[in-house]
């Protein structure tokens, strides 16, 4: 589904991705590990297109439709659309943009995209009640301004809600685990493995192990200075949180 | 470098027998007082650059024409008119400054409700209109409200006697007609709001022509006795060639009430005036703004609140959101008089730039002579969040409607605080143009 080929990137003129290799199928999940500084959130973010990194080599293939596209050539809103959606390390506030206003607007352009017909408030009101009992959230979610007076538990929950609504093919949690606590955690991580299926694939990228006792990787990669320089099945995780890093960048 | 006195009489050309038009159309102390108010501009002169209170408007584009009086002609834009008026309020319209008692409907008012012509007052309501004026000595009010008040031969008169209570909101519509160009028109309105009566007024300045150029030089006059209530709106929506210079003169006494929401997003340069006194204890007001502009239009807003008594509240919240080349000016200031202790004002300015060559100048100014009072102000000036954009775009919003849906959340943020549904309605109206060029 997804083919990460030599990517070079950065920021502001300063390389962070030195020429990545990842490849992932359909109906996987994918660990991505490292330390602080390792690149890890810039992957994510280059995937989904944020503007402020440059890609300066490679290429990001993504399948849709049997034939492979370049990722990188589409605007942010367009790989959307195409089923790539990024769960935010730090999701936004938006004062004066409702949330379900909003989440409705986002979910008829894929209809659009699709060339399904787009939903009416009602309509949309009924599908959404029914993503938000499955992740056990309350009202309030989508009665308020996208995000704003969240705790960061909220915030994160909510970016699984709108992964609900959204029904992605391809899932990127940018450390979506950092600063919560073990039951949202766990809430984020049940939410997370409903929406799973052989269809579509999730990348978690995390500083810690512990997330993924909920969400079972078939593949760990450990990311140093720009590139992978291990992969293996789950049990490498365990051995990072064991033993660190070190043993692995010497 | 042409001197002042010149350009006044070039301005003037236009009814330069302007003297004699005052003595037929007005008798007795109009006649006296209009006379006084024509002096007094011929004396004055336009201010420049160089005066504080008129630094970032350059007038030369609207004194260097030649207008004329408003005249009477066939207004042919009554469809485009109707799809903005409520047929459920109270409606009052002006055609290039005339007043048209077929498009109005004034009829049915509640007791204690009057609705009349200014002119009609001037015999009708004699004392209550001299008892205005004399709040307001001629000789400082500005150049431009002395044009008014030189050139006002008709207006609105709206007085609400003690406990008069009337919910549905007033509507006072100011068109001027796109067949007309070079008019000047002189608006003046007159609300009076008696003890403890409480009414709701909006009064819009509106042209359907983007192409008419014209001059409206606007006069509002609110008195608000003790604990009485006014929410008033003030919406311009101009031709995007019309200037626009306004004047909102609100004097309020003890425990009264003052709601204010000041509109703008037409004209090429507007100037919008609200001076609030607070000449009694206890009273409150509220100030709010909302600012549109585009291309080169130049919008400022000035408003001063005098703290003359204790325990008074002004609560100021204006907002701006400008594209293209277009320019705002905000210039807010606050006086507090040493024996108005325990004053509470609040004032915040916050502007939206989306043109990459858009300008703000905000400027509070406090001027504080009580020391138990609490004043707090500030302004701010910022581009749309790259963040907040980009975490639209990452759900599927295109980059242009991210755009507008957080312009658009920026301006609900104020549109939201108006309850009546129906002023909130036409101001989203109003709006339509804005976002569809964002």
Not at chain 1, 49 to 66: D, I, K, M, S
Not at chain 2, 192 to 199: C, P, R, T, V, Y
Request: charged share 25%.
């Amino acid at each position: 589904m997804l083919e990460i080929k030599n990517l070079h990137a950065g920021i502001e003129g300063t390389p962070i991705l030195k020429g990545l290799n990842l490849s992932v199928n359909a109906g996987e999940v994918h660990a991505i590990m490292g330390p602080n500084g390792s690149g890890k959130s810039t992957l994510a973010k280059v995937v989904a297109g944020h503007p402020q990194y440059a890609v300066t080599e490679g290429q990001v293939l993504y399948e849709v439709n049997f034939k492979k596209i370049n990722l990188l050539e589409l605007e942010p809103e367009d790989r959307a659309r195409e089923g790539v959606f990024m769960a935010f390390q730090y999701p936004v506030e938006i004062p004066g943009v409702n949330a379900s206003m909003f989440l409705r607007a986002a979910f008829n352009e894929i209809c659009k995209h699709q060339g399904a017909e787009e939903m009416d408030p009602i309509e949309f009101d009924e599908y959404l009640r029914k993503k938000m009992k499955l992740l056990d959230m309350d009202e309030k979610f989508i009665n308020r301004p996208v995000n704003v007076d969240f705790s960061g538990g909220e915030k994160k929950r909510n970016e699984i809600l709108q992964m609900a609504v959204l029904n992605p093919r391809l899932m990127v949690l940018d450390e979506t685990d950092s600063g919560l606590d073990i039951d949202s955690m766990r809430i984020v991580a049940d939410g997370v493995n409903k929406l799973r299926n052989k269809n579509n694939a999730v990348i978690v990228i995390t500083h810690y192990q512990r997330l993924l006792n909920y969400i079972v990787p078939d593949f760990v990669h450990i990311l140093h200075d720009g590139k992978i320089i291990k992969s293996q099945g789950k049990e490498l995780a365990l051995e990072v949180e064991d033993k660190g890093y070190d043993w692995l960048i010497k | 470098m042409i001197l002042q006195s010149e350009r006044n009489d070039s301005f003037l050309e236009g009814f330069e027998h302007l003297d004699k038009t005052i003595a037929l159309q007005s008798t007795g102390w109009l006649r006296e007082f209009r006379l006084k108010n024509l002096s007094r501009f011929n004396e004055a002169g336009f201010p420049t650059l160089k005066d504080e209170e008129w630094k970032y408007l350059n007038l030369e584009p609207i004194i260097s024409r030649h207008y004329h009086l408003t005249v009477s002609t066939p207004f042919t834009e009554t469809a485009a008119l109707k799809t903005y008026l409520n047929p459920a309020e109270t409606n009052v319209v002006f055609v290039n400054g005339i007043f048209s008692e077929n498009l109005s409907n004034v009829r049915d008012l509640p007791k204690g409700v009057v609705i009349t012509t200014l002119t009609e007052a001037m015999t009708s309501h004699r004392a209550d209109i001299e008892n205005l004026l004399k709040k307001y000595p001629v000789a400082q009010a500005n150049v431009f409200t002395t044009l008014n008040l030189a050139l006002t031969g008709n207006g609105i008169f709206i007085k609400l006697t003690d406990k008069a209570i009337n919910k549905k909101n007033i509507h006072i519509v100011h068109v001027t007609s796109v067949k007309e160009q070079n008019i000047i028109s002189a608006p003046r309105s007159v609300i009076l709001i008696g003890d403890s009566a409480e009414a709701s007024v909006m009064e819009t300045h509106i042209s359907f022509s983007d192409d008419a150029v014209y001059f409206t030089n606007a006069l509002t006059d609110i008195l608000i006795a003790q604990n009485g209530i006014l929410n008033y709106h003030k919406a311009q929506s101009e031709s995007l060639k019309a200037f626009h210079i306004g004047t909102t003169r609100v004097w309020q006494e003890k425990d009264s009430n003052f709601n204010g929401f000041s509109f703008m997003v037409g004209g090429s340069i507007t100037r919008n005036n609200l001076d609030v006194i607070l000449n009694g204890e206890g009273a409150s007001t509220r100030l709010n703004g909302l600012y549109c502009t585009n291309g080169t239009q130049l919008v400022d807003n000035h408003s001063a609140v005098d703290h003359r008594e204790p325990n008074g509240t002004s609560n100021q919240l204006y907002k701006g959101i400008l594209n293209g080349a277009s320019r705002a000016v905000f210039n807010g200031k606050i006086f507090v008089k040493p024996i108005a202790q325990k004053t509470n004002s609040y004032q915040l300015n916050k502007n939206l730039l989306l043109g990459k060559e858009a300008r703000v100048d905000t400027k509070p100014q406090l001027e504080i002579g009580a020391d138990d009072v609490k004043c707090t102000h500030g302004a701010t000036i910022g581009q749309l969040n790259e963040d907040e954009v980009f975490y639209l775009q990452s759900r599927c919003i295109a980059k242009s409607d991210a755009v507008k849906m957080l312009s658009k959340g920026f301006v609900d943020d104020i549109i939201d605080t108006i309850t009546d549904e129906s002023i909130h309605a036409k101001l989203n109206k109003l709006l339509e143009p804005t976002f569809a060029a964002l």
